[in-house]
Structure formats: structure tokens, C-alpha cells
DNA sequence: CCTACCGATCGGTAGG
DNA sequence: CCTACCGATCGGTAGG
């Protein structure tokens, strides 16, 4: 707090004039990231595109929101642990919720044909994995466009790395 | 330290009889490991094998490092941030060396064809973090076993998940 | 928005 | 291996 005090350019008291406390600050954040993410997969939903489109296109938000929105989705990805009961839970089954929604769509698309057969779960858990980790290195890509780096992405998780 | 001294049954100073200081705790930690995986890394180097099984053997051992010596690996993962210097920068050095040695074998796998073109270091970075990953979900894959996890990983890495 | 300050926690030392 | 304790840090309050 002390140093997001002096970031801003006032006493580290003085922030509670704006905040209620730390855990407040850290529940807002968590759960307006973890709402625009469901509010994505809502709409990939609706939609009637085949499931790999609707993989990519959740694949494709991932990676435009940890570049578009670094700081919110870090803290929400990190910090989310340090949530305050009844928060904690709620927030884990959001989470889950979501998974479970990507999975239910992998499964289908098993189902069609479209999909690699395997288990669904790590298909899902590998992908959200792999755009996740993009966190950590996003800052390393120098002379790559963000366009670039989504298609890149999307082409190895889709196809492999294999020719 | 006081968790990790309850956990041992002694009370925390006492631990300084076996231990210089925490931070020295994190050092071997961080440094075990790194270490572990620069071994295999020269291993798959020396070996002739085609550039994506080394990449594809490297994807296997962070996979089953992180499946045997979870708690080593978390920590290095995440909490290397505090090493103090010379430690921090010199472990910086080690892990992008080790990076930049991934992506030397998936330029040559790009210019032999065996690997489809692209940014290596998109690639590597996103193969990476995939595995990586796996961390924070491995206590999630019940019923099913390291061989599969395994491989349904490295399928989907090296082919993609689209059918 | 600030000064003054509190209680809890943490890594670690002294002395035995 | 323990008791007693220290200095630093941290989220936060009182009172203005």
C-alpha cells in the first residue's frame, strides 16, 4: 500500500480516503477480470461457429487481454489467492465454471470429428496454460506485433509446432 | 520459517543451526533445478537426434520434473524474484541461455523443414508455458495417469488439437 | 489529505 | 535445540 501511495504522489493513509482496505482493492480487480472473461465465453456460446473456431476465439481474447490489460489480469491470475472467505470460493467457482463450460465445448468437438481425440480436460488445461504463461514473457518480444504473436500462437496450438 | 519449522516439529530459530539464512534456502533450491535442467538440456544436445524429438524430449522432462519434484520446481518457478544479487541476475543469465539454446533447435528444425516456419521464439516461449503450466493444474487431473497427461500434452504440442 | 502511531508478522540473533 | 527478544515492515486507525 505504501508504495502504491507513493506512486500515485500521497501518504499511504490517505489512500483509505479512496479505498476500504487492500482486500477490497484486490477483490475488485479479481472479479472484473473474471468477468469480462465470462462475458467473452457467453458470446463465444451463442454464436454457431464450429468448436475449433470457438477454441480459437477464446484462445485469441486470452492472449488480447494479457497484452491489453496487463496489470488487472497479473493481479487476477496471482493475487486471487490471497482473496478474503467468501470471496476465495466464489472466485474458484467462477473459475471453474469456466473450465468446465471450455471442456464442454472440446468434448463436442471430439465428438464431431473436429477435435484430436483425448482427454478434453488436458486439451483445455494445456491451452489455457500455454496463452497464460504469455504473461511472463510478453515483455520479451521485441520487433513481434501483437498480431503477429496471436497468430503465431493460435497456428502452434491449433497445428503444432510440427510440419 | 516458522511454518517451515512447525513443519519440521522445532521451533523456528532453531532451524539456524541447520540453515545459514531463508534466502539461502531459496539459492540451492533455485539453483538445484536450474541446474537439473541444463544437464538434460546437454544431453539432448549431444544426441543426433531430429530437432523435434529434442524438443519433444525436452517437453517430456519439464512435464515429469514437474509431476516428481513438484515443491523444488514451484519454487524455482516462482519465487526465484527474491534471489538476492549476484544470484538473481546470474539465474536470469542461466534460464535465458537455456532459452536462447531451445530456440537454436527449433531455428535449425524451421530451416530443415521439420518445424513448421514462424517465430521460433514464439514457439519455444509458448511451448514453454504450456508445460510450465502444468503446475498449477496438475492436482486437478485425477484419473488420469502421468503417461497419459504426458502424452496427450506433447500430441498437442507437437500436432495441435484441430483433427 | 497529513502526522503520529499501533498491533501483527517476519527473518534473525544472543545466550544458554 | 530452546527462551527471550529485536528491528523492520505492513495494513490500517485516530484525530485533525
Known amino acids: 500500500m505504501r508504495e502504491l501511495a507513493e506512486a500515485i504522489g500521497i501518504e499511504a493513509p490517505s489512500l483509505y480516503n479512496y479505498i476500504g482496505s487492500k482486500s477490497e482493492l484486490l477483490h ?3 472479479f472484473k477480470v473474471a468477468s469480462t472473461f465470462i462475458q467473452h465465453l457467453d ?5 454457431d461457429d464450429d468448436n475449433i ?25 496471482h493475487e486471487w489467492k490471497h482473496l478474503q472467505e ?31 481425440s483425448g482427454q478434453p480436460k488436458i486439451i483445455i488445461f494445456t491451452l489455457l496454460s500455454a496463452v497464460r504463461g504469455l504473461e511472463l514473457w510478453q515483455n520479451n518480444k521485441k520487433n513481434i506485433s501483437n498480431s503477429t504473436l496471436e497468430n503465431n500462437m493460435v497456428t502452434l496450438l491449433t497445428t503444432g509446432f510440427k510440419n
Not at 43 to 47: D, S, W
Not at 53 to 77: P, Y
Request: charged residues 35%; proline residues 2%; aromatic residues 10%.
Open 28 to 30: 475488485s480487480i479479481c
Open 43 to 47: 458470446e463465444v456460446e451463442r454464436k
Open 53 to 77: 473456431k470457438k477454441i480459437e476465439s477464446i484462445i485469441r481474447f486470452h492472449i488480447r487481454m494479457i497484452l491489453k490489460n496487463f496489470d488487472e489480469v497479473f493481479v487476477a491470475n
Open 86 to 116: 467468501p470471496y476465495l470460493s466464489e472466485f474458484l467457482t467462477l473459475r471453474r465454471n469456466y473450465e468446465r463450460r471450455m471442456i464442454a465445448i472440446a468434448e463436442k468437438g471430439i465428438k464431431n470429428g473436429e477435435i484430436k
